[in-house]
């Protein structure tokens, strides 16, 4: 898709159309995130409408943006940088003076970089922004426009890439007819075209391979459940839903073979940041002998943080676990709730850790250094 884009509109739609009528890859039609410059707004996909609604939001302001992605209606963590670099794009392209820019850019960036505080991409992303701009210090505002624009959309192409090279990483671990288990969303919707944890298992369905996949649910918010099932299910993968703890039992019964999971933030000791149960799942996953892979790119692995202990977990609103779809309160009133969004799986349960640029076996941290050089 990423390479068809660049050769012309006619190959792209050929693939689409390739996708949809050989793999049934219509899901890949879904865009999370884009700039829309002519209505200066970002778009996105309301993930929290999915999978009843395909509705699309245009966010036109940095509040717009911000609540966004604070209520996960774009999320996933390289989808969220994504959001955030086409979000801070678009809210400078209405600046027209050159001495506010980078005044109103820090500011923007500070307040979009509060929304979410675990998945590093949002602030590799932001960092990247403002780096393009101040190698142009001097320049016209409408440069700086420019150079805004295709900051953002080299962030985006870059992470598809990514995604397909994790793809062809990850489906090289993988044999056919294996039976795997994910957690969370680690697809297209989280990334762009194949995602990382669902990469190897859009290769694998485009390739043959048979693969059955357990989702997770991933309680609270249901990732697994809305949007998980949803991808797999519309790519026509053999996709069973289960509940978070059910995931004990499909392993005893000998049905997994691989655990595949996305990443927020990997530390340079490899114990990694995902969305809460991961880390219980990778205790299992141990346990019953099953190899445990955490796919992600490079970009999600944070050198300044030595280890999991330092990387910032996001607490939410517990209302999250009392109420949010039930039709009614399901806790009693006033009942303390703990719930935190991420949990850190340690890398001594992490079997390898699969990017862009190839497979990292423990001790990663050598690897790492090497690929972050
Ligand atoms: O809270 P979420 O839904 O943003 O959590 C998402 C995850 O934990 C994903 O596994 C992670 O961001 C990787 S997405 C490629």
Redesign the pocket.
Known sequence: GVICEEICGYCKCFLLILRKTIFNMDLFTIVTARADYEQGALVIIDQTQLPGREVYLALKTPEEIWEAIYL?KV????A?GVAAAYGISVCMQKVNEVDDFYREFARVKNYLASSRPT?VNLFTALERMEAALLKCQGAGVEVLKQVLREEAEAIRKEDATACRKIGEYGLSLLKPGMGLLTH???GHL??SEY???LAPIYLGQEQGFGFSVFADETRP?L?GARLTAFELQKAGVDVTLICDNMASSVMKQGWVQAVL????RVAANGDTA??IGTSGVAVLAKYYGIPFYVL?PTSTIDMDCPTGKEIKIEERDPAEVTEKWYTRRMAPGGIHVYNP??DVTSAELITAIITEKGIAYPPFRDTFRRWKE
């Open positions: 996960l999320r996933g963590a390289p969220i998945a969370c969303n680690a989280a990334v995602g990382t944890a918010l990732q999971v996305g990443c927020d995902n969305r992600g969004a991420f």
